[in-house]
């Protein structure tokens, strides 16, 4: 699933081509999972924000066009087999593509979210000066949850995914399977302040592409960060650190990637 980094790429690459353009028409066969879009017809985008993994459209009128990429959906500029929504601009055509079906969209006033009750819940974003290390503290110390499932749970931060979630664990040293409350502040610290490094980076690098390529930014690049993965996707292979095989285990319903021995085994 897109993260903080390949959403956030997203929206970037997106401002050119939305910005201050009319939506003539949004054209799709899915009102199930696309809702309400006949509602931004002949809006104005206005700016494109992006919260956690949503990706939030201002439309005149003070309407809000919200996206969820799902597991595998992004923007292409070139119609796919697997394109599921085509929205028609003054210029151009832009093309949502998402094999599996996961994406949402939804048509709403502006801060309306009873459809999306995720969203009003979502935590600081993590590269934002609203991400406090004392907010990061009082979680972990409020939770027995193991540290991967408060880093998925987006409480704790916004944004943040089996990827960097694993990335971040491993950079701070840390087991996935320890319990909030047991670590101690010096932990806490090296933990916060490895989930900004890790999504600072990969934000630079344009996101993850993975082996199946279902994330690429709407241009067609693939991201690069997955270059620099230590032990997502690595099970098997030598740790870079201290070289004993990456370990694969089961965390909150999720594949959870860590070194045995530099996080604590």
């Known amino acids: 699933m897109p993260e903080l980094p ?4 997203t929206r970037r690459k997106l401002l050119p081509l939305f910005l201050g353009k009319r939506l003539l028409g949004i054209e799709h066969q899915d009102p199930l999972r696309y809702r309400y879009t006949e509602r931004a017809e002949g809006r104005g ?6 919260r956690g993994k949503f990706l939030l459209f201002a439309l005149s009128g003070g309407l809000e066009m919200v996206v969820h990429l799902g597991m595998t959906g992004g923007f292409r500029l070139e119609k796919t087999l697997h394109t599921r929504v085509a929205f028609h601009l003054e210029d151009q055509e ?13 048509v709403v006033e502006k801060g309306d979210y009873r459809e999306i009750p995720l969203l009003p819940r979502l935590g600081p974003e993590p590269l934002s000066d609203g991400f406090q290390f004392s ?9 027995a949850k193991p540290l991967k499932a408060l880093l998925l749970d987006q409480r704790l931060a916004a944004g943040v995914g089996n990827i960097y979630a694993d990335e971040a664990l491993f950079r701070a040293r840390l087991s996935p399977f320890r319990r909030g409350r047991e670590l101690t502040e010096a932990e806490a610290q090296r933990l916060f302040a490895a989930l900004k490094k890790v999504l600072a980076e990969a934000l630079l690098l344009g996101g993850s592409t993975l082996s199946d390529r279902t994330y690429q930014q709407p241009d067609g690049l693939p991201g690069s960060f997955q270059m620099r993965h230590a032990v ?12 004993t095989p990456i370990a694969k285990r089961v965390v909150a319903g999720r594949g959870t990637h860590f070194c045995p021995r530099c996080q604590g085994f």
């Not at 985008?45 to 992006?50: A, D, G, Q």
């Not at 997502?232 to 070289?243: A, D, M």
């Open 6 to 9: 390949e959403v956030e790429t």
């Open 45 to 50: 985008v206005e700016e494109i924000l992006r």
């Open 94 to 106: 832009v093309f949502f593509h998402d094999p599996r079906r996961f994406g949402r969209i939804w």
């Open 135 to 143: 907010g990061f503290w009082k979680g972990l110390k409020g939770s």
């Open 232 to 243: 997502y996707g690595r099970t098997g292979l030598p740790c870079p650190v201290c070289g």
